[in-house]
């Protein structure tokens, strides 16, 4: 059937077709408005000049650059070495989008043509190698995407956009750092916090996420365990720590097992022990390394308070004098329990999924891993976040792996390289679509 029509009117029709189909375009695919090349070139090249915790000061420095060309009004050295871009554009909430910066002193044996080869003298003065390998370059590399995109699309939202590049996260003290340095008073308090991870446990081109707790509470605890050295000929003139703290650690297996509810996940878990000096001497002490995870806080006191009460009572059991009882310290490193608001991550999720496909996006378990990211959140009143989970593994490679051809390569291994084109255009769709659909 043909349609005759007036020139004003075929024109007319044309125009509003042409409209229609551009907005269908651009709603389907949010990285239509710039070359996913320049942010792949951008990741391997943070890829191959990773730096340590604490000495983000090149990365900070260039990421700062593009974001202040890009029109951010950007603010260097928040909490030492972070970065906050402000955005501002009209009336309307404020979201917060966070990606961590520094690397893992872990020698990369990817042998991708940007491997990293960098060395660096860590905080305890002995030179590392340094590696990407929890993917915190593809986190910076989908945020400057996402700065990129939505200043493009600028006309499609409505508020203030808060990106953050965040020092530190590996030892869990940058989220704090930036806190104390007054974020959220020197700059607008988010009524939104958003971020992602990336992960080798799924493909490139899905989405993980799991709602309510999604990450531990993560703890390092030192306990020092004292003796009264001596001959190892004469046992009963001593106080052996090594006895003493091998107890310690076998009794510190029944917490998990006898003192929390058995449906509160906690782990214990004693990763060193160091003390003594040679076969036949009784040492004066020993030295434990442990961490601690748990999703609740009441599970994490109630940890912690334990140890001290096995910890004290052995070393009362062992006839150790006042000035000799062993010591808990439990150390700053702490990362609090990372928790997804379920009503908003489900808005989040409905927005990622009308821009990704609903077959793309997953609902994974939660795991024991800690991430700093959490505390933005948890600053009274509360703050409604997300973190979800970027798929990184090749689908050849996901392939093999669901033929049991190959294991899967997790973060911090020496071996972890996501698919980084299909990886970071999934996380910039994802972020993008968050983004607009959050500052309507």
């Not at 409505?158 to 003290?173: D, F, K, N, W, Y």
């Not at 992602?196 to 365990?225: E, R």
Request: charged share 20%; with cysteine; glycine share 8%.
């Amino acid at each position: 059937m043909r349609i005759k029509l007036s020139n004003i009117r075929y024109k007319r029709f044309l125009l509003i077709l042409i409209f229609i189909l551009s907005l269908g375009s651009q709603s389907s695919n949010a990285l239509a408005e710039y070359k996913i090349d320049e942010i792949v070139s951008l990741y391997k090249f943070l890829h191959s000049n990773p730096e340590l915790s604490w000495q983000e000061d090149k990365t900070a420095g260039y990421l700062a650059d593009i974001l202040e060309s890009e029109g951010y009004e950007v603010t260097r050295g928040v909490g030492e070495k972070g970065v906050v871009a402000i955005l501002k554009n009209g009336k309307g909430p404020t979201l917060m989008i966070r990606a961590d910066m520094d690397a893992l002193p872990v020698e990369e044996k990817t042998n991708l043509e940007y491997a990293s080869k960098v060395r660096q003298v860590n905080r305890f003065g002995k030179e590392v190698p340094v590696m990407h390998a929890c993917g915190h370059d593809i986190h910076m590399s989908v945020l400057i995407g996402t700065a990129k995109n939505l200043i493009s699309k600028k006309n499609k939202w409505s508020g203030t956009l808060m990106l953050i590049l965040q020092p530190a996260e590996e030892v869990g003290q940058g989220s704090l750092a930036m806190l104390e340095d007054g974020l959220f008073e020197r700059f607008p308090r988010p009524d939104f916090n958003l971020a992602l991870h990336v992960g080798g446990m799924g493909p490139a081109g899905t989405i993980g996420y799991q709602l309510g707790y999604a990450m531990a509470n993560v703890d390092s605890v030192d306990i020092i365990v004292n003796g009264v050295g001596g001959h190892g000929a004469y046992p009963h003139t001593t106080i052996d720590p090594i006895v003493l703290a091998s107890q310690i650690v076998l009794s510190l297996q029944t917490i998990v097992s006898r003192k929390i509810d058995p449906l509160e996940p906690a782990v214990v878990t004693v990763g060193s022990i160091h003390g003594g000096l040679k076969h036949n001497i009784i040492s004066e002490e020993v030295k434990l390394q442990l961490t601690l995870r748990s999703y609740s806080d009441e599970v994490r006191n109630k940890t912690i308070n334990e140890i001290k009460k096995i910890v004290n009572g052995l070393g009362i059991a062992a006839g150790l004098p006042e000035n000799k009882m062993p010591k808990v310290l439990v150390k700053d490193e702490y990362t609090p329990a990372l928790y997804n608001d379920p009503e908003f991550s489900n808005k989040v999720l409905n927005f990622i999924r009308n821009e990704i496909g609903k077959d793309n996006v997953l609902e994974i378990p939660a795991v024991m891993g800690g991430e700093d990211f959490a505390r933005y959140g948890r600053q009274d009143p509360r703050i409604p976040s997300l973190l979800f989970w970027l798929g990184g593994t090749s689908k050849e490679n996901w392939k093999k792996y669901l033929n049991n051809e190959i294991d899967m390569v997790s973060i911090h291994s020496p071996f972890f390289a996501p698919d980084p084109e299909p990886t970071i255009k999934t996380g910039i769709r994802a972020m993008t679509a968050s983004a607009l659909g959050l500052l309507k």
